[in-house]
C-alpha cells in the first residue's frame, strides 16, 4: 500500500510539471502572439455613434482586418469636447493620451471626420509627433495640408453641394424651396458658410431655408408644413440648436416620417430608407482605400509618401419607396442613376410559386374532370346495379312467395270459408217468417272482420311481390320484424316451426327500405326452417331477437339446423353458393348486398349446440 502511494504522489507530481509547462508555454505564445499584434487606435469625431463617421469606422475596421496579414489590437477614443467650441477640455485628453500610450507606441492612429483630424493636427508636436496618422473620411477643405509632417496621410474626399442641388432641380424640376439641415456644432457652422458659398449661384432659381437655428422639434414642425414644390437637404444634425445631440439617424428618420417634402443628401451612410437619394460618397469605396493605406503603413511604408486623389461623388443613387411615395418619375432620374429597394412585382416576387400554383390548378382540374366523369360512370353503374339488384331482388321474393304459398292459401281459405258459412247462415235467417236482425247483425260484422283478415293476407302478399323502387324512410326495426313474424306465421305452423321473437322494448330507429328489409328477414327465417327439414319437430326453433348495441340496431336469426360447414363459413354469402340441392345460391348474397346498401354490416357463425346464427347490424338514427 505504501508503494502504490508513493507512485500516485511521484505520478502526480510529473502530471502538475508537465501542466504548468504547458501553462507557461501558452503564455508565452499568447504573450509572443500579443507582441506581434499591431496597435492601432481610431480617433472619433464627437463619438463612435454619430452618422457618418461611425459607418466609416466601423466598415475601416473590418475591411482593415481583412487586408492584413496579422492581427490587429484596435482601440477607440471620441472628442467629446468637439461638440462645442470648448478648446480648454482638449488639454487633458492629450496628457491622458500620452501617458496611456508612452510606454506602448502605437503603430497607426486613425482620424475619422474633420473635428479629430482638427484635434490631431492642434496637437501632433504633442502627441504621437513619429506615429504614422491617416486623416479620413474628410472634406479636403478641413485638412491643413501645409502642416502635414511626414508620418501624416490623408484619404479626403470633394464635398459638391451644387451638383447636389442640380441634381434634386432635374429630379423635381419644379422645386422653389430648399430647406437645409444643420446642426450648431463648430464643424457644422463650418459647412453652413461652404454651403452658402457653393450654392450662391442658385440664388435666383431657389430660395434656401437654413434650420441650424431651430431646436430639432421645431424643425420636425416645420418639416410637416413645407409648401408645396419644396425639397429637403440633409447636411449634419451632430448638435441641434437647443445643444441636444443626435447619434445614428434616428433624427433622419423621424423627420422622413413628417416631412413633407421629399429628402436629398450627400453620403451613402445616410441611404437607409429616409432619403429619395442623389449624388453621394460611397462608404465601401472610401473605406476601401484607406483600409489598403493603412496595411501599406503597417507594412512599413512611410504615410507620407502615400498620396491619394479626393474621392468624388459616385453615381446617383435612388430609393423606388421614396420615389412612390412623393410620386417621382424615373425618367427624371440623370443618366447612370441606381434604383435601390424596387418592390418587385407580384410576377417577379412570386414567380415560381405562382407557375406551381398554376401548375397544380391544372392538374386539379384535369383530375376533377377525371374524377367528375368517373363519378357519373360510377354513378350510373350504381344505379343500374341497384336495378339489376332490385330485379334480382324481386325474382328472389317470387321464389320466396312459391314457398308460402300453401300457407297463404291456407290463410286466405279461413277468411273465405268462415264468410261463406257466415254467408248462408244469414240467407237462412233471411228466409225465416220472424229474422233476427241482432243474429244478423253478428253475421255481418263478422263477414266484414274476415274479409279484412284475407285482404290483409294480400295486401302483405302483394307488398311483398310489388316491384318498387329502392325507397329509404324512417323506420322502426321491432316494428318491421314484428311484422314479417306475423306474416310468416302461417308457413311456421304449416312447416311444423316455432317462431320466437324477443323484440327489445327501446325503440331502433333506422333508415331503411321496408319491403328489402322485410325480404332479408323472410330469407333468413326460410332458410332456418329449410335447415332444420331433418330436425326432431319438438326442436324446430326459430329465434329472432333485437337489441341495442352501443350505437346500433342489431337483428339475429337463429335456428337448431345442421349449421354451416366451418370451412364455407366464409362463402355463405358469396353468389351462387348453396347448400340446398335445389337453391339458386342467391338469397343470402341479395341480403348481404341489401344490408350493405343500408350500410349495414351482415355476418353468419354456428351456435355451440347446433345450428346457425346471421347476425345484422345498422347504425341508428340519431
Keep these: 500500500m505504501g508503494t502504490r502511494h508513493s507512485g500516485l504522489a511521484t505520478g502526480t507530481s510529473h502530471l502538475c510539471m508537465i501542466c504548468g509547462a504547458l501553462i507557461i508555454l501558452c503564455g508565452a505564445i499568447n504573450y509572443a502572439m500579443a507582441a506581434d499584434a499591431k496597435r492601432v487606435m481610431f480617433l472619433h469625431s464627437f463619438g463612435p455613434q454619430f452618422k457618418p463617421w461611425s459607418d466609416y469606422a466601423r466598415t475601416i475596421r473590418a475591411e482593415t482586418s481583412r487586408q492584413a496579414k496579422w492581427s490587429i489590437d484596435f482601440s477607440d477614443f471620441s472628442l467629446a469636447g468637439a461638440r462645442s467650441d470648448d478648446r480648454e477640455s482638449e488639454a487633458p485628453l492629450v496628457q491622458y493620451l500620452r501617458a496611456l500610450y508612452l510606454r506602448e507606441p502605437l503603430d497607426l492612429i486613425i482620424a475619422v471626420g474633420a473635428p479629430a483630424a482638427s484635434f490631431i493636427q492642434r496637437h501632433r508636436s504633442e502627441l504621437f509627433l513619429t506615429t504614422p496618422m491617416i486623416f479620413t473620411a474628410v472634406d479636403r477643405r478641413r485638412v491643413d495640408y501645409d502642416h502635414l509632417s511626414e508620418n501624416d496621410t490623408v484619404v479626403a474626399v470633394n464635398h459638391d453641394f451644387a451638383a447636389i442641388l442640380s441634381t434634386i432641380l432635374q429630379v423635381l424640376p419644379d422645386t422653389k424651396t430648399v430647406a437645409i ?151 427624371n432620374l440623370p443618366p447612370g442613376s441606381t434604383v435601390y429597394f424596387r418592390e418587385p412585382t407580384i410576377w417577379e416576387r412570386y414567380s415560381w410559386q405562382i407557375a406551381s400554383v398554376v401548375a397544380v390548378l391544372l392538374i386539379q382540374a384535369g383530375l376533377i374532370t377525371v374524377l367528375l366523369r368517373e363519378h357519373r360512370r360510377r354513378k350510373f353503374s350504381e344505379v343500374q346495379a341497384r336495378q339489376r339488384m332490385a330485379e334480382l331482388a324481386h325474382v328472389n321474393r317470387f321464389s320466396t312467395a312459391g314457398e308460402l304459398t300453401a300457407s297463404i292459401a291456407h290463410e286466405i281459405n279461413q277468411p273465405l270459408g268462415a264468410i261463406l258459412t257466415n254467408a248462408e247462415t244469414a240467407d237462412a235467417i233471411l228466409q225465416s217468417s220472424n229474422p233476427d236482425i241482432a243474429e ?155 344490408i350493405e346498401a343500408h350500410h349495414g354490416l351482415i355476418s353468419a357463425k354456428n351456435r355451440d349446440h347446433g345450428g346457425a346464427t346471421f347476425r345484422i347490424r345498422f347504425p341508428l338514427v340519431q
Design 181 to 331: 439641415v444643420n446642426g450648431v456644432s463648430p464643424n457644422e457652422v463650418f459647412w453652413h458658410e461652404e454651403i452658402q458659398r457653393q450654392l450662391a449661384p442658385f440664388a435666383n432659381r431657389v430660395v434656401l431655408k437654413w434650420y441650424d437655428e431651430l431646436p430639432f422639434v421645431d424643425i420636425l414642425k416645420d418639416a410637416a408644413k413645407l409648401p408645396p414644390h419644396s425639397a429637403i437637404l440633409w447636411h449634419l444634425m451632430n448638435v441641434d440648436a437647443a445643444g441636444v445631440s443626435h447619434e445614428e439617424n434616428e433624427s433622419l428618420n423621424a423627420l422622413a416620417s413628417v416631412a413633407s417634402a421629399p429628402i436629398f443628401s450627400y453620403d451613402g451612410s445616410f441611404f437607409e430608407g429616409a432619403l429619395v437619394g442623389g449624388p453621394m460618397f460611397s462608404v465601401m469605396e472610401s473605406s476601401a482605400v484607406t483600409a489598403n493605406v493603412a496595411n501599406r503603413i503597417l507594412s512599413g511604408e512611410r504615410a507620407g509618401d502615400i498620396k491619394t486623389r479626393p474621392i468624388e461623388f459616385a453615381a446617383p443613387r435612388f430609393d423606388w419607396r421614396q420615389l412612390q411615395r412623393f410620386g417621382i418619375s424615373e425618367s
Design 440 to 594: 244478423l247483425k253478428d253475421i255481418v260484422k263478422d263477414i266484414l272482420q274476415d274479409d279484412r283478415r284475407a285482404g290483409e293476407v294480400i295486401r302483405r302478399m302483394r307488398s311483398l311481390l310489388k316491384k318498387a323502387p329502392f325507397e329509404v324512410k324512417n323506420i322502426d326495426l321491432n316494428d318491421l320484424v314484428r311484422e314479417t313474424v306475423e306474416f310468416l306465421s302461417a308457413l311456421a305452423i304449416a312447416r311444423t316451426v316455432e317462431l320466437v321473437s324477443v323484440i327489445t322494448p327501446d325503440a331502433l330507429p333506422i333508415l331503411g327500405d321496408r319491403i328489402q328489409l322485410q325480404q332479408v328477414i323472410l330469407n333468413l327465417v326460410v332458410n332456418g326452417i329449410d335447415a332444420m327439414r331433418d330436425t326432431p319437430s319438438e326442436n324446430r326453433i326459430i329465434s329472432i331477437r333485437t337489441s341495442r348495441v352501443e350505437n346500433s340496431a342489431q337483428l339475429s336469426v337463429s335456428d337448431r339446423g345442421s349449421g354451416i360447414p366451418e370451412d364455407k363459413l366464409k362463402e355463405v354469402f358469396v353468389p351462387f353458393f348453396t347448400s340446398k340441392a335445389e337453391g339458386m345460391g342467391m338469397g343470402l348474397s341479395i341480403a348481404r348486398t341489401i
